[in-house]
């Protein structure tokens, strides 16, 4: 793995972060995320919609390490989308945060009024307040036409990426066209008793290493950035004590038998599954 990757517009993005969705309560984000930047974590992933920045913005302050060593990204709702509305987004997020500056800021779903929020980013990012803009959720063609259409490319494409959907074709793409793959849900939440599974069990026994370490491994070695979410501080450094051992290309191989070529999470095709997210009306403060 790299440890730093560079974005095409040359900002430097850590390869190893946290991420903070679905933690109950702002004591435990905050918590949570203070601990992770003990354990050296310098990058943090949230999102209005994880209604949890405000807890992300306390945990930086009181870390004590300096802004320009922390690499922040926060991302945009799906009811916020459109020119105006994102222009306020943006701002809102970093009161929340307690930032005048994020380092990157995604459209967190292919939903809504895309062009009009992606150009409100584009303006951000001249002024100085966006480092790095992307999107999150995007098929491949869906990015393909935002890049024919706009002034500035993607820099991140976040996507659910572990060993169960391995989605090897579209991160080629990805890399490609010079945009960093990030993946969301590296241990596939869990979802089918992943850290037990036999293959990765046998590699991590050889390594003498833990299942989750070799998956975080075997993504960071196919130059994807991960960020692997806990809330117990053993399993928090434990994820990120990755950079001592390498997976041969073999192990490599014997990870990627384990693809499903599948969403765990639900299928974004559905367009059952766009009326519910389209109705997703988040208070960010609720927390
Ligand atoms: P994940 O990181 O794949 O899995 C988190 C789960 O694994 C939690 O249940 C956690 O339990 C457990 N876990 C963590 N480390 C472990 C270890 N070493 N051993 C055993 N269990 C361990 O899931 P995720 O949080 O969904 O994904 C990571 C991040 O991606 C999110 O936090 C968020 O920042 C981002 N994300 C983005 C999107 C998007 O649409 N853009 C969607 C989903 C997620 P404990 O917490 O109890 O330890």
């Known amino acids: 793995m790299k440890k730093i990757m560079e974005l095409s517009n040359g900002v430097s993005m850590p390869q190893l972060g946290f991420g903070v969705f679905q933690i109950p309560t702002h004591e435990d984000a905050k918590k949570a995320t203070l601990q992770a930047i003990k354990a050296g974590y310098r990058l943090i992933d949230t999102a209005a919609a994880y209604m949890n920045e405000r807890a992300v913005g306390e945990a930086i302050k009181e870390s004590g390490v300096p802004r320009e060593d922390l690499f922040i990204t926060t991302k945009l709702w799906v009811q916020d989308m459109g020119y105006e509305a994102t222009q306020k987004a943006i701002d809102h997020s970093l009161a929340r945060l307690d930032l005048d500056y994020l380092d990157l800021y995604l459209i967190h779903?292919?939903?809504n009024d895309v062009y009009g929020s992606w150009r409100a980013m584009e303006d951000a990012y001249d002024a100085g307040k966006l480092k790095a803009i992307g999107v999150a959720n995007f098929e491949n063609?869906?990015?393909q036409d935002l890049m024919i259409n706009n002034r500035i490319k993607p820099m991140v494409n976040q996507i659910e990426l572990h060993p169960f959907?391995?989605?090897f074709k579209r991160v080629q793409w990805l890399q490609e066209q010079g945009i960093v793959?990030?993946?969301w849900g590296p241990f596939a939440e869990g979802k089918q008793q992943i850290f037990s599974n036999p293959i990765i069990k046998k590699i991590a026994q050889s390594h003498e290493k833990t299942t989750g370490q070799v998956i975080l491994r075997w993504l960071t070695q196919r130059g994807i950035v991960v960020i692997p979410k806990s809330v117990h501080e053993e399993r928090i450094v434990e994820n990120f004590a990755i950079t001592d051992f390498e997976l041969t290309?073999?192990?490599?191989?014997m990870m990627s038998t384990l693809d499903q070529k599948q969403s765990l999470f639900?299928?974004?095709h559905?367009?059952?599954t766009v009326v519910t997210l389209e109705k997703m009306h988040l208070d960010y403060d609720e927390r």
């Open 109 to 111: 779903q292919p939903l």
């Open 141 to 143: 063609d869906r990015l």
């Open 165 to 167: 959907h391995a989605q």
């Open 181 to 183: 793959a990030e993946a």
């Open 249 to 253: 290309a073999l192990e490599m191989d």
């Open 266 to 268: 639900g299928d974004m």
């Open 270 to 272: 559905d367009p059952e």
